[in-house]
């Protein structure tokens, strides 16, 4: 783990995390983002400090001071540090909205993402094929 980059954890076997990881990992060009797939070989969510069972069920991320963040707020921490999403960044994290977002996420994460079809290969060597 590199202290100043966050680090995001992400199912590589899952087609729309993958996608959706290897869509940032093109827009980050100032290197903001450590991708780590949890479905490589080796991964050990212990290890990384994190609960086998929940970094299975929701998107995690690491800030640089360690401090760990799930879900929909995982996703406003990554799009704070992108191109172009700051505006969606400042509605998700909005009271306002975040509940919303918060269910809906719930809802892909728990029920639809398990039912999805599964990447052939993982992501490998930092790169994910699309």
Known sequence: MTPEKLVVYFDGACIVCSREMEHYRRLDGAGRLELVDIAAAGFD???????????????????????????????????????????LSRIAASPVSRPFLGSGYWIFARLIRPVLPKRRKTCEAGTCPV
């Open 45 to 87: 969510a212990g290890a990384e400090g994190l609960d086998p069972k929940r970094v299975q069920q929701e998107m995690h991320v690491r800030l640089p001071t360690g401090e760990v963040r799930t879900g929909v707020d995982a996703f406003v921490e990554v799009w704070r540090r992108l191109p172009g999403f700051g505006l």
